[in-house]
């Protein structure tokens, strides 16, 4: 088993890495879902006093994952259904979001302590939000 990290993610990351011993990425403090058929990515959980908790995103709650008997089967199902469903990102700043990987994608452009608008998917609405990325 073998695998490859870019040339470019080395060179960002060691000098850190040699400094604090740790490597700290901007973030949310959220956990993200990709569910297909939805556009964007869901916000399962927001880690309580994250960046995301203190501009006010909302995560999946508990009721939606409840009403699933089969999960792998009825998962898909339940989360389309926008009154279960939390917010769902769409675009940071200019960049589009379709799944998790979009967002972790377009988060990685920033620095700790910018800020980034969200665009999210409430219900039927659909809402800007400042977010102030922290180290993760």
Do not use: C, H, M, W
């Not at 993610?9 to 993200?32: D, F, N, Y």
């Not at 589009?96 to 609405?125: F, K, M, P």
């Amino acid at each position: 088993l073998g695998f490859a990290i870019p040339v470019d993610e080395v060179v960002a990351a060691v000098p850190q890495l040699i400094a604090s011993g740790k490597i700290t990425r901007p973030g949310l403090g959220v956990g993200l879902l990709d569910i297909q058929g939805i556009e964007g990515v869901a916000v399962r959980t927001v880690i309580p006093d994250s960046a995301a908790d203190q501009a006010g995103l909302r995560g999946t709650p508990e009721r939606a994952f409840a009403r699933v008997r089969q999960p792998n089967r009825q998962i898909i199902e339940v989360l389309r259904d926008r009154a279960l469903l939390g917010d769902v990102i769409v675009a940071i700043d200019t960049t589009q979001v379709r799944n998790r990987t979009d967002a972790l994608d377009a988060l990685s452009q920033y620095e700790i302590g910018e800020t980034a608008v969200l665009t999210i998917v409430r219900g039927t609405e659909r809402l800007q939000l400042p977010v102030t990325l922290q180290g993760l």
